[in-house]
């Protein structure tokens, strides 16, 4: 349904953003497990992260009542998180900003890669973050494409390259495979290995995907229908097998 | 709540409008706008907090976000629960059972606990005993925000103009229906 959603306000337009549901590869820890790229919240360590609007929402998770911590205030209205390492990934609609949890009770603003307003997933390992901006009426004029950051310097996102595409909307990565889910479109498979020169391996069009996730050998795929699983031990050359519809 | 923020925003451009047409005896303050659309029906309702183990699988209409932990996958049908489904062999992956929580869109875990939000709430449902899933833990309002995207609930399924829903502790919109409205939002 938010799929189609074009929604403005008319009074305060900038209020406007896009919702996103991540559906990303935070690879599976401790006794958590792994939720999408297009998610709102997660988990990491003892805490859980919550991004509403301009706000990230701490609670400590250590017990079973979660304890509220002070909120965190954003740059911007924040639509997906992804937690990698030590650090958050926060998809907002004007930027991708990197949050430091060394404290995390108090998560930190460490850097920051703006862009024109759209809606962003993000998926990260050490050196590149990942980024797929759609800039359809209800998130932004940017426009539509994967936006490949270097972040070996965490303190300044460098911008190293863009990939035009149409409607990209949840990501994944196994190595240097990124799964791209691109609704109407299908799913791409972008061999990032070098982050410069991302090569187009395949692109499966048989459903409208819009969100992934990559565990161990298997890729999760949230379809409009429902599910799709893939073995994906050959990463290039995903093998579907089963399909969790009605 | 993004709607007040918005009336006070009209509030301002109102009154500098009648300011300046102290200045300018041409200004024309800017009257609200009114057109054809749907507006919330609210209803008091605090069953909505109440959550059930369905051991049985659910028809699939509106698929929502995805988790995976050890052999189970959850995926939310977004607004109502979220299916259950046995990944042991991902060969026959399979719906198994539903867990009706209502404003449901998103899902994490913890151990036997999971985190989803119940409308605006964050609720942890103990799912040890899933036949016994019960919630021990609801932080009021946790998916609050003002001005951002509304929530599935907080938009009619038709596309056109819509009133921008507001919050009131204890209800529920139950319902939309069509009347002259003054404009707020847009789907």
């Known amino acids: 349904m938010l799929k189609h959603l074009k929604f403005f306000a008319f009074i305060i337009l900038m209020g406007a953003a896009c919702s996103k549901e991540a559906a990303t590869n935070n690879a599976s820890s401790g006794n958590t497990g792994a939720g999408g790229s297009l998610a709102k919240f997660t988990i990491a360590g003892n805490y859980l992260y919550i991004v509403s609007g301009a706000n990230l929402n701490v609670f ?7 304890v509220p911590q002070p909120t965190v205030w954003l740059n911007g209205y924040a639509e997906t998180i992804f937690p990698y390492n030590d650090k958050l990934f926060i998809g907002s609609t004007t ?6 949890l060394s404290n995390p009770k108090a998560p930190v603003l460490l850097g920051e890669a703006r862009h024109v307003r759209s809606c962003d997933p993000v998926v990260a390992n050490d050196t590149i973050a990942f980024v797929t901006l759609r800039g359809n009426s209800a998130c932004g004029p940017a426009k539509d494409g994967l936006y490949i950051h270097n972040i070996k310097d965490l303190l ?3 911008l190293i390259k863009t990939v035009e595409m149409p409607t990209p909307h949840g990501l994944g990565l196994k190595d240097s495979l990124l799964y791209i889910c691109q609704q109407a479109n299908g799913l791409s498979i972008y061999n990032v290995k070098d982050p410069e020169t991302p090569v187009l391996r395949t692109t499966i069009e048989d459903d409208y995907y819009n969100d992934v996730i990559v565990y161990d050998d298997l890729l999760i795929c949230y379809v409009q229908s429902g599910l799709k699983l893939y073995n994906i ?3 290039a050359h995903p093998q579907l097998l089963s399909n969790v519809a009605n | 709540m993004h709607v007040i923020v918005r009336m006070k925003y009209f509030i301002s451009v109102a009154l500098l409008a009648i300011t300046l047409n102290s200045c300018f005896p041409k200004t024309v303050s800017p009257a609200p706008q009114k057109v054809w659309g749907y507006k919330p029906v609210y209803t008091a309702d605090t069953t909505y907090r109440e959550i059930e183990y369905i051991p049985s699988a659910q028809p699939v209409v509106n698929a929502g976000k995805i988790y995976v932990k050890d052999d189970l996958i959850y995926q939310c049908e977004t607004g109502k629960g979220i299916h259950i489904i046995d990944n042991t062999d991902p060969a026959h992956a399979k719906r198994i059972a539903f867990l009706a929580i209502r404003g449901c869109e998103e899902i994490a875990m913890k151990g036997n606990l999971l985190y ?8 942890t449902v103990d799912l040890s005993v899933p036949e016994k899933a019960h919630i021990v833990a609801r932080n009021k309002d946790a998916f609050y925000a003002s001005s951002t995207m509304p929530h599935t609930w907080e938009i009619p399924e038709q596309p056109g103009y819509f009133e921008c829903s507001r919050f009131y502790q204890d209800s ?5 229906v069509q009347d002259s409205i003054y404009v707020s939002c847009y789907n």
């Open chain 1, 60 to 66: 400590d998770i250590s017990k079973a009542a979660p």
């Open chain 1, 95 to 100: 930027g991708m900003f990197i949050y430091s």
């Open chain 2, 172 to 176: 529920v919109i139950s319902g939309w």
């Open chain 1, 233 to 235: 031990s050959k990463p």
């Open chain 2, 116 to 123: 989803t939000n119940n409308y605006y709430d964050l609720v």
């Open chain 1, 156 to 158: 300044n996102p460098v």
